[in-house]
C-alpha cells in the first residue's frame, strides 16, 4: 500500500482528505481483487476502514478526472523533449437494465452489432517515441432527444433515397457552403471535449496533430479539429474521389477549373511515388500528393499504401490524408498507427479495471466508474515500471497476483502471536507474493 500512495501523492493537493483515503481504498481493492470490478466486490478487499458505504460514498463524490489524470500524468510520464499526439477513439460498454444513466443503443466493433449499452469518447496523449497511449479524458456520450429524432430521420431519409426516382427532388434548396459547416450534435460533443483537454494541459506540450478513425475522415471533422488550431488525421473510404489541382491555361471566360482530371487510385503517376518494398511476395508501394475532394474546402494531404500480391495480382489499397501540407508521408502513417495504442487503453480498462463490469446507474457514479478505470491504466503502469527493471515481460497478471499475494500475507501474520524477524517476513512476503504469477520477480514484497 505505501508506493501506491507514493504515486497518490502526485494528485493528493486535487481531492479532499476524505476523498483521496476512500480513492486509495478503491484503487488497492482493485488491485487485490479477484473477481469483477464492482462497488460491492471493491469493499470485499480493501482494508483500515474500507467499507461498502466507503466505496459507495467515493463513486458518488464529484471528481475532477480531467485535473486528476493530467496531474499525474505530468508528474509520472511527461517528457518534454518527446513529441506527443492527441488520439481519440469511442469505447462502447455492454451494460443490461434499463435505469444506468447514458443507457441506449450504440454500434459496437467487437461484435459488430448495435446492442444496448453506454458510450464513452476518449481522448490520449501518445508518446510517439515510446508508442504507448495514455488515456486523458473521457466523456460519456449521452444522445439528447433532438439528436435521436435526427438519426432517425436521416435513416428512414436513406431509406427514402433508395427507392426514388434519381434527379433533384422537387421543391429543394441549394446546399450550404462548404465553408459554413455546421457540426452535428456528435462533433459537437467531441470538439467541447477537445477544447477542455487542451484548456487542461495549456502550454506544456506543444500539440500539432489530432488522429481519428474512418469515421472521422470528412470535411466537418476536418473543420471541427481546424478550429482548435489543430491538424486532423485520418483515413479516406477506398473509393474516394480525388483529383489534382488544375494546371491548364485558363480560357478567358467562365469561372477558372479548380479540378484536374480524377485520378485512378490504383494507378498512381510515378510522380507521387514516395516507397517501394517488396516482403513476402508482396509489393508495397507509398504515394504522397496534395489533392481536392469536392467535399472539402481545401486541399488536403493525401498518402495511398498501395500493395500487390506478386503472385496472384490482387491489390489493396488505404488512402490516409492530414490537413497539414507538410507532413511528410512516413510521418503520417506513423502517426495514424499510433492511434491503435488507445485500443490497448481499452482493453485493459474492460479486462482489468472494471469498465466492462461496474453496476453504478447514476451520472456521477458512472462518469467515476469509468474514468477511475481510465485512471487505473496509467496508475497500473506507473506500478509496473519497477518489476520491468528486472523483469520486462511482467504483466498487469503478474501485478494484481502480487498484490493478491501480499494481502493473503499480510491477513495471515496478524493471526501470529508473535511477529517473525525482519528478514524471515521478507521471504514470507516474497514467496506468497509470487503464487499465481506468471512471470516471477525475485524482489521482497511491500507489505499493506
Not at 9 to 30: C, D, H, V, W
Not at 351 to 373: C, H, P, R
Request: one cysteine or more; charged letters at 25%.
Amino acid at each position: 500500500m505505501a508506493e501506491i500512495l507514493a504515486l497518490l501523492q502526485n494528485i493528493a493537493p486535487l481531492l479532499e482528505k476524505t476523498t483521496f483515503r476512500q480513492m486509495s481504498q478503491a484503487i488497492y481493492g482493485m488491485l487485490v481483487a479477484s473477481g469483477r470490478i464492482t462497488m460491492l466486490g471493491l469493499s470485499r478487499w480493501t482494508e483500515k476502514g474500507g467499507s461498502y458505504r466507503t466505496i459507495q460514498r467515493f463513486y458518488h463524490s464529484v471528481i475532477p478526472w480531467n485535473a486528476i489524470q493530467w496531474m499525474f500524468f505530468r508528474k509520472r510520464f511527461l517528457h518534454l523533449e518527446d513529441e506527443y499526439i492527441i488520439a481519440g477513439d469511442e469505447v462502447v460498454v455492454s451494460k443490461a437494465g434499463k435505469k444506468t444513466y447514458g443507457l441506449d443503443h450504440f454500434f459496437s466493433g467487437i461484435q459488430q452489432r448495435v446492442i444496448a449499452s453506454l458510450s464513452f469518447f476518449t481522448f490520449s496523449l501518445v508518446n510517439v517515441r515510446e508508442e504507448r497511449s495514455y488515456p486523458m479524458q473521457a466523456v460519456q456520450v449521452v444522445k439528447s432527444p433532438e439528436e435521436k429524432a435526427a438519426s432517425k430521420a436521416k435513416a428512414e431519409a436513406r431509406k427514402a433515397a433508395e427507392k426514388k426516382k434519381r434527379g433533384r427532388p422537387k421543391g429543394s434548396k441549394n446546399k450550404i457552403k462548404k465553408e459554413e459547416v455546421v457540426l452535428n450534435a456528435e462533433l459537437l460533443r467531441i470538439q467541447k471535449a477537445l477544447k477542455s483537454l487542451l484548456e487542461t494541459i495549456g502550454t506544456s506540450i506543444n500539440l500539432k496533430y489530432v488522429v481519428l478513425d474512418g469515421h472521422f475522415g470528412n470535411y466537418p471533422s476536418a473543420f471541427m479539429v481546424e478550429q482548435v488550431n489543430l491538424h486532423l488525421i485520418s483515413k479516406m473510404r477506398s473509393d474516394v474521389a480525388l483529383y489534382p489541382a488544375f494546371e491548364g491555361q485558363y480560357p478567358g471566360a467562365g469561372r477558372p477549373a479548380k479540378y484536374g482530371e480524377k485520378i485512378k487510385i490504383r494507378q498512381l503517376d510515378t510522380k507521387y511515388l514516395k516507397e517501394t518494398s517488396t516482403e513476402d511476395q508482396v509489393r508495397t508501394e507509398i504515394y504522397q500528393g496534395q489533392f481536392h475532394n469536392k467535399e472539402f474546402a481545401f486541399i488536403l494531404n493525401v498518402v495511398v499504401i498501395l500493395k500487390t500480391n506478386l503472385k496472384t495480382n490482387a491489390q489493396a489499397h488505404v488512402v490516409l490524408f492530414s490537413t497539414d501540407l507538410e507532413a511528410a508521408y512516413d510521418k503520417i502513417i506513423k502517426f495514424y498507427s499510433l492511434r491503435f495504442q488507445i485500443e490497448f487503453n481499452f482493453r485493459d480498462a474492460k479486462q482489468y479495471w472494471g469498465l466492462e463490469d461496474f453496476m453504478n446507474i447514476k451520472e456521477t457514479a458512472v462518469t467515476n466508474a469509468a474514468n477511475l478505470s481510465f485512471f487505473m491504466v496509467n496508475l497500473s503502469f506507473a506500478l509496473l515500471q519497477p518489476f520491468r527493471e528486472k523483469q520486462p515481460e511482467y504483466s498487469i497478471l503478474d501485478l494484481k497476483s502480487h498484490y493478491r499475494g501480499c494481502r493473503y500475507a499480510f491477513e495471515t501474520i496478524k493471526m501470529l502471536r508473535e511477529k517473525p524477524d525482519a528478514i524471515l517476513l521478507a521471504d514470507i512476503f516474497q514467496q506468497i507474493a509470487r503464487l499465481g504469477a506468471i512471470h516471477s520477480v525475485f524482489q521482497p514484497a511491500a507489505t499493506p
